[in-house]
């Protein structure tokens, strides 16, 4: 079946502007997941959906970042006011209904590499 | 809270020699461990993972892992190299009841003929 998509693949933008990335999950999974990853940080967390809700997104750098989550399936992460130290890779992953003892794998998307000029 | 850490971030291995990777972790409660793989331009691939059943976990690949709790470790291996294996290796932590992944800072592999 067809694994996590994002959109779009690159996005060059110019600082001050805003932009929004789209992911879309594995078909079923409940679990949605951003990431960033960025030379200078690698690899962080930014926030976890479960559902439409986000019970965690601790890891948003700043209230230029948000995200949302319609019907259970598709999010968007939007980036306001653009600055320079955005621009890195964003990852999406998703998974299967998560809880008690077991762990659910999370299945990674390409990314959406974003450059602010 | 839960973190990971690898060292040496770029690591070149002959063909066919042993890979080895090291990851150490820090966590307050049990944890879930993970390697994934990030072939370039292509999102992470999970290639084992440690969540509490055998120490030693095998993996994808050729690749194994063993979990040492007396050392906190979490050790990535693979007996032969091959060019294939060229890529970025980044080992995660999460713990239980909480699937957020804290990752380390990756070893980028380079395979030489």
């Known amino acids: 079946g067809a694994g996590v998509s994002q959109s779009p693949s690159n996005k060059v933008t110019e600082k001050g502007k805003d932009v929004e990335l789209r992911c879309d999950p594995i078909s079923g999974h409940t679990a949605l997941y951003w990431y960033r990853q960025s030379l200078g940080q690698g690899l962080e967390f930014l926030i976890y959906?479960?559902?439409?809700?986000?019970?965690?997104k601790s890891g948003l750098p700043s209230d230029r970042f948000s995200a949302e989550r319609t019907g259970g399936s598709v999010s968007t992460l939007t980036i306001q006011r653009t600055q320079q130290e955005d621009s890195a890779v964003y990852l999406c992953a998703s998974s299967s209904p998560t809880g008690g003892y077991s762990y659910n794998e999370q299945f990674f998307g390409p990314g959406t590499r974003l450059t602010v000029l | 809270a839960q973190s990971v850490t690898q060292l040496g971030s770029h690591v070149s291995v002959s063909e066919g020699a042993l890979v080895l990777l090291r990851c150490n972790y820090s966590?307050?409660?049990?944890?879930?461990l993970f390697w994934y793989v990030q072939y370039p331009n292509q999102g992470l691939q999970l290639l084992l993972k440690?969540?509490?059943?055998?120490?030693l976990v095998k993996g994808i690949n050729g690749f194994e892992a063993e979990f040492k709790k007396s050392e906190t470790s979490f050790h990535l291996t693979k007996p032969s190299a091959h060019m294939s294996d060229a890529a970025e290796y980044f080992c995660?932590?999460?713990?239980?009841?909480?699937?957020?992944?804290?990752f380390g800072k990756g070893n980028q592999v380079v395979v030489i003929p």
């Open positions: 995660a932590v999460s713990a239980w009841g909480n699937n957020r992944l804290a």
């Open positions: 966590s307050s409660v049990p944890p879930y």
């Open positions: 440690y969540t509490s059943a055998a120490t």
């Open positions: 959906f479960q559902g439409n809700s986000a019970p965690d």
